[in-house]
Structures are given as structure tokens and as C-alpha cells.
């Protein structure tokens, strides 16, 4: 409506902004001035040819926005997620992003916080601190932002000192025994210089109970928040001419996060129950993930530290017109350290310890850029370079526990005939089948391995606008990228893997083992020998895969790797743009957009040691995936009504992915694949409008259909119908060809309506809801009909009463104020989807990770 609004309305706006001229007089601003830094220049944003949604401080402070994931409920097509810990945050815009708990899988939608650019969502997840506003740019933003943003930016700018003295503090009490403290100093430092601080503290309980069984994990709540922010910035202007900001802020967090619960409990938990004497899993058939109950018998402690230093040096030179020259020079150190219960159970079978040697992530980063920026009466030019280095640290590990060895003994057999399981030496089957003692064939350490990437960035970069008439522009962006990528791998097993190892020869599978693996099941009811070759060599096969999954492989241990890949690509935009009045402008672009590739740091083994093969032993040595494209085309228009007082924006998306890059878990494994097309259109449109004095509404739309190309090569893609010799078996990602992607509902809305009102004389009351709704979609990365989401809305709101100099205010808040339930991420339980991928198999556990509860309570500021 908005671009045909644009395209008639030489001769419908005059008149109605002519009507509405005394009341725009009355106001002190109109929102036709809001200004934006989305081509990194200061714009007013209705000039913009991008679409961009722009939220103040206070709108941010309404809605409770403290970091980039509560700010999805003001963003329509805007969805953000977490996993198996706070620091594996993923965002998507209009239905793309990045796929995967891997730390070598870098983001499609990039954060860039007071011009920095962030390597990984997860280090942007956090207390924000003061914020001035939160920009977010919809489609390719690589042209101008760091780098990896082929589906857009979320663009952070935080408050700068000022040159008067002034305090501000907040206390926050809320359920789940939250209290916060937060505060600001400001003052100036002589006539040239100022200096802000920020500090802030916040806990509170975890919203998921757990079930800890027999331990020896004692925390029984989990999601909890214990963590402290600090920013200092210090403003130099020794001239009129001259900016200087230096920063440097800090955050440590020490928390428990993150368990999941159980959406579908297959036949898989009976056995579970029985392993830890009940109460270990929901059974089969009762999963009730909305009670917040969870299972975990292992820590998910996480420890994580994110500092950082950045100089912004502004100079503005007294030539070609007037130009400005930025440079921005920045080092962050982001590390974590997080425990995880890989079961998600009480039984004792796969966890990782929350230790510095065997559970580490750390990114270390520089990072430099350039741009000096002219304008003329017919040109606005931009030119600029940037540099990053990024240093990669990665420690993984793998514990078994005590229930590993019998759980998948039984269920081996389970797998083979399920009258099976039910044999009282059905728990030694491996012991017997490997030849050594019960209890000792998988136990211990059974993977401990390190990862070291090095990877640099360079690009030069420019963006200029032709002002051809008064009403006409063109614009041409443009980038060249060179990457360069180091991967050294370490793999270990420091408990020997002796189940795995015994089965092999110096040629492979020996005769022993198989005369071993054969009575085993004789012993057990199996005919083995009297079976057809075919089925001899199949039952073998999948012995030996089950007992060498990543984490047992024993062809894994003392490997190392070395790996390296560089990349040089262009990319860039052209837009063109036309305003027709002072109150309507369309535009259309083309973008290129491109996201580097990489390598998966992880245990990857395939039956052909290649990442594109099947499900097999086999190291694989070569991890890496290549770039990301997108060509990307829009329609938009920008109109501006009531004198000023309202905006209606609006664009028509289409988005085609080449190489798509996707990490997907399949149960035992991450694997990344790269899809050859993944295809995004629809449209977007956003409000917003000061309606009265005190009334200020902010909505949004977005339909977007994205789908996966109907034609994707591979064992994993081939459904039920298309099986072939070299594919027997159901692809794991057969749902994947033709279908709407995870994490991509077709329409998203939100609304935001604050209201301000004067009480008597010297006070003044304050309103905001805010909701945003989503239609249904999938939470999974393979697309398992069982993890499927309804359409939902989630709203908060905010009530507060105080004097009418902002020196006090008394709030009360709600988030999720309905209390609605909805999954995150959904997921295959780890070594308990042992049915088909086809829908309704009764043997498959799903797991999930799930979106807060509601959470309440108070808040007093108050200013100095």
C-alpha cells in the first residue's frame, strides 16, 4: 500500500499535509527529522533508500530493550534464538540467518555496535548499556558494514559523553527474584573534553526447574542471570573540528544456561528410566514441555567475559567542500566457558564438564577502518577501507558417562529386533561384541580436541550519490574483500576409544572382531550365520558406526589437521531514487551481498571421508564450505504525512541465496551443508505515527516467503520416494527441497502504542504495550514435522508515574505479560531419535530449547 501510496501521491499529500499544518506547529519535533547513519553518514531516514527500522532511546526503554534479543518484539521479520548456551545467539531477517551451534559458522545478519563491527551474534548478547537508538537495515548491508551481512544489520549506537554534569540510577526488582542497579555519571573535564560511565548489575533465579536425579549436578533451576556491564567514554574536541572518543567497556556473566526439555518423549525413554532408576526423562507418550520442566544430571554452568577498547577519531577537513575523515580502531576479547548435558537427561551418558581445558571459546579481534566522507550540490561520495583480524580458540570436548555403554547396547539390539532389549544380557552386548570388560569399553574422556583459526579481512569500499535533478538520485556502492582463513585442529581421545579401536585391523574391520560381533548376537537369538551376506555385512556396519560415533572414533584420535582458504570477492549496490514531493520518494535497488566462507570446527566423519558423503566413519580432513551470495532486489517507497507527524514506509523484497551455508544437527552430529538456492520475497512495511502530543504508535509488517530451491544434490536430501543404490536410506534433510525454511513464519506484525499523559501540576503518567506476532513456522533446522511451532504473540507493557522533569519515575512492566508459550529451537534428542526422520515415528525423541516465561516487576530512575 505504502509503494502505491508513493507513486499517486504528487497530488494527494499537499492537501493533507495542508490540513494538518497548525498542529504540526505545535509540535517541538515531527518525525519526518528522525535521522539515521544507515549509509554512515547522519540522514534524515525518510531519504534513506534502504528500509530501516529506527527505535529511539525511549521507545527501547519502554519495551524493556536491553540487548539485540529483546529487541525482536519491535521488528517484524526479526527473530533472534539461542541454544545449548547464551553464547550461541542466532538473528534472522526476513527469514535468513545462520544456521548452527558452530563457532566457525560465522553470521549472515551482522552487529555492529558505535561502528564496530562484531563477529558472532553472541557477542552483542548482553546489557547494551545507554542507548541512544537501534537501527536495524533489512537485506545485503555489506557494502558499507564490516563484513558477513547478507541479511542485514542491527546497527547499535550507544550515548556519548555531553558537556553538562548529570546522574542517572535505576532499581529494578521483578519475579524469579530479579533485582537490578543500574547508573550513569556524566560530567565535563575542562572545556574540551567529557567523560560518561555506565554500570549495571543484574540477577535473578532461573525459570526452568530441573530434575537433577542422582547429580552430581545440585542446581536445580536453570536460565538464571548473575552479570555485570561497565562502559566508559571519554569525548576530546580540542577544536571545532576535531572529535575524539575513546571506549572501553566490559561484561562478565555467571550463569547456568542452557536445558531443554522434551516435546515429543519416544520409545527411547523407557529404556532411559530404567538405566537411572525412573525420573530420568518424561516417558514415552507424557512430554509436557509447558510445565518448565527439565532434565539434567550434568552442570550447564557458563562463564563468559567480553572486553573490548575502541578509538572513534572525527576530523573535519576544509577541502573539497568540506569532508569528514573517520577512522575507527577497536580490539575485543570475548571468551566463555560453558558446561552442557548433551542427553538432556538424569541417566549419565554425554556431558562436557565446565572446565577451561575442555570447554573453551575465545575470539580475539581487530579491527580498523577508514572512510572519508564529501559532499557537493550534485554528489554525496563516501570512500573507505577496513581491516579485522580474528583470532579463533576452540576447546570441545566429549565426557561418557557410566549409562552410555548399556544404553547403547540395549538399543542397538532394540534396533535390530525390539524383542531384544529385553534379554538379560542385552547390557553387555558391546562388552561382548568389542571383547573387553563391562564398563570399560566407553568411558572417560573419549574426545578432547583443539581448534586454532587465524583469519584476516581487508576491503576497500565506496558509496556515492548522484544527485541528478532535485527530485533524482543514483547510487552506486561498491566493495572488493579479500579473506584469508587458518585452521590448525588437534584431535585427541584420551580414553583410547577401546570399543571402537577393537574392531579394527590394519585393513580395516578385522576377521576377530566380526567373529566376535557374530557370536554376540548368536548369543542373543540372532541367526547370524544363517543370514544372507547382505544382512551380515549391514548388521556389522552398523555395529561398528554406532560404536564409533565422533566422539568414540578412535580413527579420530591423534589426528591433525591443517587447513587454509582464501577468498576475494566483490560485491556492492545500485540503487536509484525519486522523490516525487517533499513528502513521497520510491526507490528501487539492486544489492549484492556476500558472506565468507569457512571451515566446521568439529568431529566431521562421513562413509566417504568427504563432507558432502553419507553417515560413516571416516575422518574427514577437508571442513570447509564456501561463500555465501545473495542478489537481492527491492521496491520501496518513503511518504510522509500529517505535517510530518506520520510515516508510512514500505518495500517489496526479493532475495535469491547461492551456497546457502546450513548446520544442521542430525542426533549424533553437526554437519554443514551449502543449499544451492534458498529464495526470499515478500514484503515489508512499517508505521509510524505521533498521533496527539501524547499518543505514538510504531507498526510493522512483513510477509516473507522463503524457501529452499526445489533441487538439492545429496544422500541426505533424497526422500522416501526417490531412494537409489548409492542413496538407500531416507535423507535426514529429505523435507528440506521446495520447502519454507526454518525460523521463517510467512507474516510477522508488531505493535507499539505509548501514551503520555499530564497529573496534576507536576507529575505525568506514562503507557506503552508492545506486541509482536508470528504465523506459524518450523523451530527446526531439518524440518521434523514434530517441531513445529503455532502462530503466537508475545507482549510486553509498561506503566509509570513520575515528575514531569524526568527527576523521578516509578514503573511497573511486564514482559511475555500473557505468559505465551512458544519453542525456540527445536531438536533431534541426542542419541535418541533412533527411528526414521518421517514423521510420527514412535522411536524419536524432540527436544527443545524454549522462548521466556513472563516476567514482572518494578522499576525507580531517577536523575541528578
Not at 544489520?153 to 550515548?159: A, K, L, P, S
Request: proline share 4%; with cysteine; glycine share 10%.
Amino acid at each position: 500500500m505504502a509503494v502505491i501510496a508513493g507513486l499517486v501521491s504528487t497530488l494527494a499529500l499537499p492537501a493533507f499535509a495542508q490540513d494538518a499544518a497548525p498542529a504540526a506547529k505545535q509540535e517541538a519535533k515531527t518525525l519526518d527529522t528522525l535521522v539515521v547513519t544507515a549509509q554512515k553518514r547522519e540522514e534524515v531516514m525518510q531519504d534513506v533508500p534502504i528500509a530501516v527500522t529506527a527505535l529511539s532511546q525511549q521507545t527501547l526503554q519502554d519495551t524493556g530493550v536491553r540487548d539485540i534479543k529483546d529487541l525482536q518484539i519491535l521488528v517484524p521479520g526479526l527473530t533472534v534464538t539461542s541454544t545449548q548456551s547464551e553464547t550461541i545467539t542466532t538473528a534472522r531477517i526476513r527469514g535468513i540467518g545462520t544456521v548452527g551451534d558452530n563457532v566457525g559458522l560465522e553470521s549472515s545478519v551482522g552487529v555492529v555496535i558505535d561502528g564496530v563491527y562484531r563477529s558472532r551474534n553472541s557477542t552483542g548478547f548482553g546489557d547494551l548499556g545507554e542507548l541512544e537508538r537501534i537501527e536495524v537495515l533489512k537485506g545485503p548491508q555489506g557494502t558499507l558494514f564490516g563484513k558477513n551481512t547478507s541479511s542485514g544489520v542491527i546497527n547499535v549506537v550507544t550515548r556519548k559523553p555531553g558537556f553538562e554534569r548529570s546522574a542517572d540510577g535505576e532499581v529494578t526488582f521483578g519475579n524469579y527474584s530479579a533485582l537490578g542497579l543500574a547508573g550513569s555519571f556524566n560530567t565535563p573535564l575542562g572545556d574540551y573534553a567529557a567523560l560518561r560511565v555506565y554500570a549495571a548489575h543484574r540477577n535473578r533465579d532461573g525459570w526452568m526447574s530441573v530434575k537433577t536425579g542422582a547429580g552430581p549436578r545440585s542446581e536445580d533451576r536453570d536460565y538464571d542471570q548473575d552479570f555485570d556491564t561497565f562502559r566508559a567514554k571519554l569525548l576530546i574536541a580540542p577544536t571545532d573540528n576535531v572529535e575524539i572518543i575513546l571506549s572501553a567497556d566490559s561484561t562478565r556473566r555467571d550463569e547456568n544456561c542452557c536445558t531443554a526439555v522434551q516435546l515429543v518423549s519416544g520409545q527411547s525413554s523407557t529404556l532411559i528410566n530404567a538405566l537411572a532408576g525412573g525420573g530420568a526423562i518424561a516417558p514415552t507418550g507424557q512430554a509436557d514441555p509447558w510445565s518448565r520442566i527439565s532434565y539434567s544430571n550434568r552442570s550447564t554452568a557458563q562463564k563468559i567475559s567480553d572486553r573490548g577498547v575502541q578509538a572513534e577519531v572525527n576530523i573535519d577537513l576544509n577541502m573539497l567542500g568540506g569532508t569528514r575523515l573517520t577512522s575507527i580502531t577497536a580490539g575485543r576479547d570475548w571468551d566463555a566457558v560453558n558446561g552442557r548435558d548433551f542427553d538432556f537427561t538424569t541417566a549419565d551418558i554425554l556431558y562436557m564438564d565446565p572446565k577451561e581445558d575442555e570447554s573453551y571459546a575465545r575470539f580475539k579481534n581487530f579491527s580498523q577502518e577508514f572512510h572519508l566522507t564529501g559532499a557537493t550540490d550534485k554528489v554525496d561520495w563516501l570512500f573507505g577501507g577496513f581491516y579485522t583480524k580474528e583470532t579463533i580458540n576452540r576447546t570441545e570436548s566429549y565426557r561418557i558417562g557410566a549409562h552410555y555403554e548399556p544404553y547403547l547396547s540395549i538399543g542397538l539390539l532394540s534396533m535390530i529386533n525390539p524383542a531384544l532389549a529385553a534379554l538379560p544380557n542385552a547390557a553387555t552386548f558391546l562388552a561382548n561384541a568389542t571383547g573387553k570388560p563391562y564398563g570399560t569399553t566407553f568411558a572417560g574422556l573419549g574426545s578432547l580436541d583443539r581448534y586454532t583459526q587465524d583469519a584476516k579481512s581487508t576491503a576497500l569500499f565506496g558509496n556515492t550519490t548522484w544527485h541528478a535533478t532535485e527530485a533524482l538520485d543514483f547510487t552506486l556502492g561498491l566493495r572488493y574483500t579479500r579473506e584469508t582463513k587458518d585452521l590448525h585442529s588437534v584431535y585427541s581421545n584420551p580414553n583410547g576409544s577401546p570399543g571402537c579401536a577393537s574392531y579394527f585391523g590394519p585393513t580395516g574391520v578385522s576377521a576377530a572382531a566380526i567373529g566376535r560381533i557374530a557370536a554376540a548376537l548368536t548369543a542373543r537369538g540372532v541367526p547370524f550365520a544363517s543370514l544372507p551376506a547382505a544382512n551380515q555385512q549391514a548388521l556389522i556396519s552398523n555395529i561398528v558406526g554406532y560404536s564409533c560415533l565422533p566422539w568414540a572414533n578412535a580413527l579420530h584420535n591423534g589426528r591433525v589437521t591443517d587447513q587454509s582458504r582464501s577468498e576475494n570477492e566483490w560485491s556492492g549496490t545500485v540503487k536509484a531514487a525519486y522523490r516525487w514531493n517533499e513528502h513521497a520518494m520510491t526507490y528501487l535497488s539492486y544489492a549484492r551481498g556476500y558472506k565468507a566462507g569457512g571451515f566446521n570446527m568439529d568431529r566431521v566423519q562421513s562413509s566417504t571421508g568427504l563432507s558432502s558423503g553419507g553417515a560413516g566413519i571416516t575422518p574427514v580432513n577437508d571442513t570447509s564450505f564456501p561463500g555465501e551470495f545473495v542478489d537481492s532486489w527491492e521496491l520501496g517507497a518513503k511518504t510522509t504525512w500529517a505535517g510530518g507527524n506520520l510515516l508510512l514506509n514500505a518495500a517489496l523484497f526479493h532475495q535469491t541465496y547461492n551456497d546457502f551455508q546450513l548446520n544442521s544437527f542430525l542426533g549424533t552430529s553437526f554437519v554443514v551443508r551449502s543449499i544451492p538456492e534458498v529464495v526470499s520475497k515478500g514484503l515489508d512495511a512499517e508505521l509510524l505515527w505521533q498521533a496527539t502530543p501524547g499518543l505514538m504508535l510504531q507498526a510493522g509488517a512483513m510477509y516473507a516467503d522463503t524457501k529452499y530451491g526445489d533441487s538439492i544434490p545429496g544422500c541426505d536430501f533424497v526422500g522416501p520416494g526417490g531412494l537409489t543404490a548409492q542413496c538407500p536410506a531416507i535423507g535426514a534433510l529429505y523435507k528440506l527441497p521446495g520447502a519454507q525454511m526454518s525460523f521463517a513464519p510467512k507474516f510477522s506484525g508488531s505493535l507499539s502504542a505509548t501514551y503520555e499523559w499530564d497529573i496534576g501540576a507536576n507529575l505525568e503518567g506514562r503507557f506503552n504495550i508492545g506486541a509482536k506476532y508470528m504465523s506459524s513456522y518450523n523451530t527446526g533446522s531439518d524440518l521434523d514435522a514434530e517441531k513445529a511451532q503455532d502462530a503466537y504473540t508475545v507482549a510486553n507493557a509498561r506503566l509509570g508515574i513520575g515528575s514531569r522533569d524526568r527527576k523521578w519515575q516509578v514503573e511497573l512492566w511486564a514482559q511475555n505479560l500473557f505468559d505465551e508459550d512458544y519453542v525456540q529451537v527445536g531438536f533431534d534428542g541426542p542419541l535418541q531419535a533412533l527411528g526414521t526422520p518421517e514423521p510420527g515415528n514412535p522411536k524419536n525423541t524432540y527436544n527443545a530449547f524454549l522462548g521466556a516465561p513472563r516476567m514482572y516487576g518494578a522499576t525507580l530512575r531517577f536523575r541528578f
